[in-house]
């Protein structure tokens, strides 16, 4: 093979790694894979992993991106037998300054560690351990604590003895984050370590980190205790951490207290039955009650599991008291944490205490005024309601909910109806028909009009849950039948819940129930009917629209009612159903323009255009090609009726269709944009192609234009290319008026290339070549006029002028 093409991918790695740009770098990275496959195991251990120990000085995203891809490249370098190789490169990174790199490089050495053998592990690995624990700069050390536990294992034991004495001295290291960091990793390292050393040289060091001054330190060893608990006896547990459990639970640092909390049923378990009932109960009253309030939400959501590890009479004598006392918590936090673990203890103290002690706080917790509370305890009914069954629940609960549904505050009744919902999933069918759907039927006759539109949205999530035939037997008949209601806003709100409950039924549904009731609203004598009627059908469009059976529905009472419409005196109810006309149309005009796109793309297919007459549509389809549209005899264009016909399910002889030759290509984007495709498709250059087209289109009179293609033009690496001549405008309405939009997608075998043509047309009064209008900031120059010229002045008055006539003075 020639060197020359053997070096190449070497080659563009080097270059990327060592670009300006971070993206070409960080891709680089991303394909070290791929580079070492090309090279091969040899030439990746000997050139690959050298390049990249002396580039480790770049930006730390992309140091981040090489510290994880170097975790799994130990297949590339031809095994487990090599793996040593990657452990210089990973120590240098476990010594920078970005913490989210050092993590990544300690977590791809813990993945690589398990891979090297004895021998491996004494050579490299462990050097590499006492080079980062002693480090001078506080990153290497820190990282070195993650790194202790995987190698320990497969260590000899003279080097086990080293490791801990080392981790031991990283445990009293004199800065903060290295002790945070020792703290993280202990009881990872605890678990690798026999029982006797556990004894004499890990719970030692727990007992300094413990006490550490630093609290932060102090809250890690909470995970610490649970792990080295869970290696040892009751009685040794007793006798080791019964003390410093206490003090943390007594801890000044509230963080510590927190940690605490929110472990103290691991913390139980780990430490056995007996040190938890005679020892752990007042310590966890103790958090319950705490001064602050984030320590008393980490404890309430520990009372359940807490609560399974005792007995039920000390869970009445000790910890309910607690929890009647945070039911009323000045903390709303306290008070959402109670609310979504309080029903866990319904099945400890079973039916009678649960009705005695819980439903009450059930209740008051209901009626809190913190939205997080009452969406809790709604959202854990179920388990209460397996305890004590559906009967005594809706006895003791339903009341509550009853009233806060008929509150005069009307923001209470819209609280409580966003959870309906949820209460009907938790209660069942049954139970909601029976006790509650009266009350959501109510709603939609509220006298708010927030409550009644909630209400509407209410039956649709209530028809996602129950299902349609639910819907169609108990709710959509109700809903129809406030459609004959004297008073227009019952009327009103029938328009809103058969909109908002349309997507959510079948299209069947739809046709059978709802469109009866719409057709009958449009003629209603209230103009505020009529116009939501209108975004109603709007609406109903695309649900029927995606049913072939339902869909000629939209063409033959949907149009027709919003055409009605459209005609109102109410200048509300013309302005809506024109809008929704748009709409209906728009969907329709799309699906066409779709169809011929595919169907006439080499007959130069350039636009349509549907012209709706009362006798039937007609469709001018424009193209380049007119001859080819039509085909011999007609032949082509009938068949392109039939299927027009039969896809958008016309009646037989209501469409027809013409073929209209584009008077300007050039001024046409889609006949340039397919011309641009297929030149690409018949391989000729990009810079050619589209030079030519920007050519084609000046000449042809635009005022600018321009060409983008986009993709895998050249190599490997997809960019964009963009070829502009003239004056082009990007904002305003006039890019709607004069600027003519279309993009294609070239499939070629490098991969698809986006076309994107964009013609600037020309103001032509009569409308052949652009619009009539000109642009709203032309400025009309006017040619001077031709004045006559200025003669000398001569006298206006019609009497000759005598000129005076000097005399002669006459002597005496």
Request: proline letters at 5%; a negative charge.
């Amino acid at each position: 093979m020639n060197p020359e093409v053997e070096l190449y991918p070497i080659a563009i790695l080097i270059d990327e790694l060592r670009h300006d740009d971070v993206s070409l770098r960080l891709n680089a990275i991303k394909r070290l894979n791929t580079i070492a496959l090309a090279l091969g195991p040899q030439r990746a251990r000997d050139e690959l992993i050298p390049f990249l120990d002396e580039s480790i000085d770049d930006e730390d995203e992309v140091l981040l991106t090489l510290a994880g891809e170097l975790g799994d490249f130990v297949e590339y370098l031809g095994g487990p037998q090599y793996a040593h190789i990657l452990l210089q490169p990973l120590e240098n990174l476990a010594a920078v300054e970005e913490t989210m790199v050092r993590d990544k490089a300690v977590e791809s050495l813990n993945k690589i560690c398990p891979l090297l053998n004895q021998s491996q592990l004494e050579q490299y690995y462990t050097p590499l351990l006492k080079r980062l624990s002693l480090g001078d700069w506080f990153t290497s050390r820190t990282s070195a604590t993650g790194l202790y536990a995987c190698g320990y294992s497969l260590a000899s034991a003279a080097t086990q003895d080293d490791m801990r004495k080392s981790f031991g001295q990283l445990c009293v290291d004199d800065t903060p984050m290295v002790r945070r960091a020792a703290a993280t990793h202990l009881g990872a390292f605890a678990k690798k370590v026999s029982k006797e050393h556990l004894i004499t040289d890990i719970i030692p060091l727990f007992a300094k980190l413990s006490q550490d001054e630093q609290d932060s330190v102090r809250l890690l060893t909470v995970t610490d205790l649970v792990a080295i608990a869970e290696e040892l006896t009751p009685e040794e547990n007793k006798t080791y951490f019964l003390e410093p459990l206490k003090a943390m639970v007594a801890d000044k640092s509230w963080r510590v207290r927190y940690m605490i909390a929110d472990n103290f049923v691991k913390l139980s378990k780990a430490v056995g039955e007996d040190i938890t009932r005679d020892d752990l109960v007042s310590a966890f009253v103790r958090l319950l009650k705490d001064n602050e309030a984030e320590v008393r939400t980490a404890a309430a959501g520990q009372v359940p599991g807490f609560a399974q590890l005792v007995d039920k009479e000390t869970i009445l004598n000790y910890i309910l008291p607690c929890v009647k006392d945070m039911v009323t918590d000045t903390s709303q936090h306290v008070r959402a944490a109670l609310a979504m673990q309080i029903s866990g203890l319904a099945p400890i103290l079973g039916k009678e205490s649960t009705t005695e002690h819980l439903l009450p706080l059930f209740l008051q917790l209901l009626k809190d005024e913190f939205p997080d509370v009452r969406l809790n305890i709604i959202s854990k009914l179920e388990t209460v309601n397996n305890v004590i069954g559906i009967e005594l629940l809706s006895q003791s609960l339903l009341p509550a909910i009853v009233e806060l549904a008929e509150d005069k505050q009307w923001r209470v009744r819209l609280a409580i109806i966003d959870y309906i919902p949820l209460l009907a999933t938790q209660l069942g069918v049954e139970f909601f028909d029976e006790k509650l759907g009266a009350l959501c039927m109510s709603w939609l006759g509220d006298s708010v009009f927030s409550i009644r539109e909630a209400a509407t949205v209410n039956l649709r999530k209530l028809t996602e849950v129950f299902g349609v035939d639910w819907a169609k037997q108990t709710i959509i008949p109700k809903v129809l039948a406030m459609g004959t209601h004297p008073n227009y806003l019952y009327r009103m709100t029938t328009i809103f819940a058969i909109t908002e409950m349309a997507p959510a039924v079948t299209p069947e549904v739809t046709r059978d129930y709802i469109l009866p009731t719409v057709t009958n609203l449009v003629s209603d004598p209230i103009p505020n009917i009529r116009f939501n009627v209108a975004k109603s059908i709007e609406a109903l469009i695309p649900v029927l629209s995606q049913n072939p059976d339902t869909k000629p529905l939209v063409d033959q009472q949907l149009k027709p009612a919003l055409v009605k419409l459209s005609e109102d005196t109410d200048n509300d109810v013309r302005f809506f159903s024109q809008k929704a006309l748009f709409v209906a149309d728009g969907v329709f005009y799309a699906e066409l323009n779709e169809f011929f796109q595919r169907e006439l793309a080499a007959e130069g297919y350039s636009g349509v255009e549907v012209r709706v007459t009362p006798a039937r549509t007609e469709i001018i389809i424009r193209a380049t090609q007119t001859q080819e549209i039509l085909g011999v005899q007609g032949r082509r264009i009938r068949e392109l009726t039939s299927l027009v016909q039969k896809r958008f399910k016309f009646p037989e002889n209501t469409v027809e269709l013409y073929a209209e030759k584009v008077s300007f290509r050039g001024l046409c984007a889609i006949a340039q944009c397919e011309s641009l495709k297929y030149k690409l498709l018949n391989g000729v250059a990009v810079r050619r192609a589209c030079y030519g087209v920007v050519r084609y289109i000046m000449e042809s009179g635009a005022k600018g234009c321009e060409v983008v293609v986009s993709g895998k033009l050249r190599g490997a690496r997809a960019k964009a290319m963009k070829f502009v001549d003239g004056f082009m405008i990007h904002s305003g309405q006039p890019t709607k008026d004069f600027v003519d939009t279309a993009v294609r997608h070239v499939l070629l075998r490098q991969g698809v290339l986006g076309v994107k043509v964009k013609i600037m047309l020309p103001w032509d009064p009569t409308g052949k070549m652009g619009p009539k209008t000109p642009l709203p900031d032309m400025v009309t120059i006017m040619e001077p006029k031709e004045e006559a010229p200025i003669l000398a002045p001569v006298s206006e008055s019609r009497e000759e002028v005598v000129a005076p006539v000097a005399v002669a003075p006459v002597e005496a």
